[in-house]
């Protein structure tokens, strides 16, 4: 059962935290989720930037949780950040994508 009061939407949109280049699995209007090789710990402050619907938004958040995965096996680290500040642009572009059809 999913218990967020913010629906999220799984989407992949191209993220860039510093020099480290993903893709969101789920993103919402508070944060989004994402796999990266290395572990980022809960807690860090992160900065970086996110494209939608063609544009680029910088933002700034923090990690909420984190799943270590396995390098080895090639299992990518999971994460969760809540947006501390993001241009409000990012939020009409974002309801829009609720809102579309399918």
């Known amino acids: ?3 967020r009061k913010v629906p999220r939407i799984r989407r992949r949109l191209k993220l860039k935290l510093g020099a480290l ?4 699995s789920d993103v919402s209007a508070i944060g989004f989720a994402a ?8 807690g860090a402050e992160v900065h970086g930037s996110i494209q939608l619907g063609g544009e680029e938004f ?4 923090k990690v909420c ?11 990518r680290s999971r994460f ?3 947006f501390t500040s993001i241009p409000s642009t990012f939020f009409q572009l ?9």
């Open 35 to 42: 796999e990266l090789m290395q572990a980022l710990p809960p």
């Open 65 to 75: 949780w984190a799943r270590r995965g396995e390098p080895r096996m090639n299992v």
């Open 94 to 102: 974002l309801e829009s994508a609720y809102t579309a059809p399918a």
């Open 21 to 24: 280049q993903t893709f969101t």
């Open 58 to 61: 910088s933002f700034t958040g």
């Open 1 to 3: 059962m999913d218990h």
């Open 80 to 82: 969760g950040v809540r």
